[in-house]
C-alpha cells in the first residue's frame, strides 16, 4: 500500500521533467513605444517598398502584428515580426494562428538588435530617430545588395532615401512620410 504515494511521486516528477521550460524574457533595450502604423499607411509602406510574392520581409518591433499580416495576407510573402513586448507577441502570434497565416508569417520574442536579417528583400521600421542610428549599422553589415528599407516618419541617420513620399492625411488628420532605402 505504501508502495502508491512513491509511485504517485515518481509519475509526477516524471511530468513535470517533462513541461517545456517558460521562456525568459528577451534582454533588450526599449527602441519606442508601441504606438500602431494606421492599415492604410502600412499598405503604402508594403507597396512603397515594392514587396513581391515569396520574399522575405521583416518588421522590426512588430507591435500587433499588422504589418506582418498584411505582408503575409495581401502580399502573399514570408513574413517575420520582431517584438520584445510579450503581451504583443501573444496577441499578434494569436492574430497569424486565427488568420491560417502561421506557414508564411511568425513573431520573434526578441530584441531588434539581436536578430539577423541577412535574408531579408524588405524590412520595415516605426521606431524613434535615435533607435534608427542604433538599427542602421547592423543593416549595413547584414542586409544584401538590393534588400530595401522601408521607415514610417523617422528617417535613417545619413542613409539617402531613394523615394520619400507624404500622406497629407490618413483618414484621422494625421500626415505620415515614408523613406524608401534601397541598400
Ligand atoms: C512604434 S511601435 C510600431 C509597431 C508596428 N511596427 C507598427 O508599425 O504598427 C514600435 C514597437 O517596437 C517594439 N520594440 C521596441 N524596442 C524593441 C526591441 N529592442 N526589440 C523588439 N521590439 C521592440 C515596441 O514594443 C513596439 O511594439
Known amino acids: 500500500m505504501f508502495l502508491k504515494p512513491l509511485v504517485l511521486a515518481a509519475l509526477c516528477a516524471a511530468a513535470f521533467a517533462q513541461q517545456p521550460a517558460v521562456p525568459a524574457a528577451p534582454a533588450g533595450e526599449k527602441l519606442a513605444p508601441y504606438y500602431p502604423t494606421p492599415d492604410i499607411i502600412v499598405d503604402r509602406m508594403l507597396a512603397l517598398g515594392e514587396l ?6 521583416f518588421d522590426l518591433g512588430s507591435g500587433d502584428g499588422r ?5 503575409a495576407r495581401k502580399y502573399h510573402a514570408d513574413a517575420t515580426g520582431v517584438e520584445l513586448d510579450q503581451d504583443l507577441v501573444r496577441q499578434s502570434s ?3 494562428r486565427s488568420l491560417g497565416l502561421t506557414g508564411t508569417a511568425r513573431i520573434i520574442y ?7 536579417y541577412a535574408a531579408a528583400n524588405l524590412i520595415t521600421v516605426y521606431l524613434l530617430p535615435e533607435s534608427n542610428l542604433r538599427v542602421q549599422p547592423m543593416l549595413e553589415a547584414q542586409l544584401k ?3 530595401r528599407v522601408v521607415a514610417h516618419d523617422f528617417p535613417i ?6 523615394k520619400t513620399v507624404t500622406i ?3 483618414g484621422e488628420g494625421r500626415s505620415h512620410t515614408l523613406y524608401l532605402y534601397i541598400r
Open 52 to 57: 513581391r510574392a515569396g520574399e522575405s520581409m
Open 67 to 71: 504589418i506582418v499580416v498584411m505582408a
Open 94 to 96: 494569436a492574430k497569424l
Open 110 to 116: 526578441g530584441d531588434i538588435l539581436k536578430q539577423n
Open 145 to 147: 545588395k538590393g534588400a
Open 157 to 162: 541617420g545619413n542613409w539617402v532615401p531613394a
Open 168 to 170: 497629407p492625411d490618413d
